[in-house]
């Protein structure tokens, strides 16, 4: 076993776990006291009932409209019942063009009522739930007719080869932003109406806010400088929370490493885009903090084209080029350097659902240690929405019941259908995963 060679799963204990983390000498903290999940939290005035989270997971179950479909609904009364304090929506498109497809959530006048109603649902559900709305721009993953129409802040060559981007493409003009910048705000007037008790200003994976930070090469108000690349995020954010006013927690999903190389990613050591430079990502912390900053859920690069940096899995598309507890151990050193750098914020990191029924012993290591206040599950969720209860009740997740990060989800997703866990919720999501012709009961 080594640091940059893939290995399927083989951690069957505790034992096993401790094992492959020295041997990989990784910085992996673990601790066995799993009375740390059930510490209450205080974000301002609002307080958490315990120290779980649910990640946001786009469905694609929404209505054409926007509106939360059946699934959507049966996702967020599984997640909100399971008793995590946070429930973190997943990405909700802010416009038409930012959508990811057809079915991707999308909040505006026409579908307000519906969110009020699911919002009212949830909050019965589990009245003291943090719901937070993940306000988004797909930006050069926008496919709002199902096929392909993106919205590019500048070059980024890796991404245009692996997307198909011409050189010509035409980027986004300053205009085109400003207008999307005012979809932004409305839809956090929106999402405040609608009942959301938290506001996320994504900004992560590529997607149209967090590719200003790494337009040190685009012209314009937009580009280039420090000042000119996060002036969007700046700008969204200071209206978003002035909407939320004092009662909304203001959130961002927020990745400070691109893990491309410099001038087309941000937070990468300019010589060697292995290593962190986290100097402008905790500037920029610094300011929204200021603007009243309140939770962050750290994730990194983007799933686009290489999954294995902010989902590290035990199956990809391709054979990752590094041990999976490697993928961990990176985002559990980025989160330790930027809550070292913001001790009042509250952070979760992402990425733990790899780990299995021995995830609650490292994330209990991170509680512990400072390292994180929230430990949050995603893929788990999808696949054991009860994981909270268990692990507050029993002190232990079931392993029959866990994720195995087999990434069948995300394929769901990418063939354009529901995304759910055909594995352990096969009744829903089996069905849609054999319409897939790899999976068809045929082959
Ligand atoms: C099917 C799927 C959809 C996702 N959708 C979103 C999303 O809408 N917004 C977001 O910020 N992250 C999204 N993510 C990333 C998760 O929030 C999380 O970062 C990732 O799954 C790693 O955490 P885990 O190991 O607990 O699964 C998605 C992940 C999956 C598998
Ligand atoms: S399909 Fe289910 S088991 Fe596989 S990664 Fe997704 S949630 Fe986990």
Known sequence: MDRKTFEPYKLNS?????????????????????????KPHMIGDRRLDNSLLVHPMEGFDGRFSGAPGELTWRRYERFTAGGASVVWFEAVAVC???????NQLMLCKETLDDY???????????????LVCQLTHSGRFSKPDGKPAPV?????PR?????????????VTDDTLDRIKEDFMS????????GFDSLDVKSCHFYLMSEFLSGYEREGKYGGSYENRTRFMREVFAEAAREGGSKTVMAS??????HIAYPHGFGVDREDFEKFDFSESIRLLGELQAMGLKLIDLTMSSPYFEPHINRPNNRCEYTPPEHPLVGVERLIKG???????????IFTTAGMSYLRDLAPYVMAGCLKEGINDLAGFGRMAFAYPDFAKDLLTKGALDRKKCCITCGKCTELMRAGKSAGCPVKDGEVYLPLLREIPKYSVKN
């Open 187 to 194: 839809c956090s007037r929106l999402a405040v109406e609608a």
């Open 116 to 130: 009020k109603r699911l919002c009212d649902r949830l909050h019965e559900v589990n009245p003291n739930a943090l």
């Open 253 to 258: 999903r927020y990745s400070p490493y691109d």
């Open 14 to 38: 505790l034992d096993d776990l401790r094992a492959a983390i020295e041997t990989l000498n990784a910085e992996i903290p673990i601790s066995e006291d799993m009375s740390v999940f059930a």
């Open 152 to 156: 590019v802040v500048h070059r980024n």
């Open 96 to 102: 038409r063009d930012g959508r990811t497809s057809p």
């Open 159 to 171: 991404l245009d080869a692996k997307f198909n981007i011409p050189e010509d493409y035409p980027l």
């Open 335 to 345: 989160t330790a350097e930027m809550k070292k750098a913001f001790p009042d914020i």
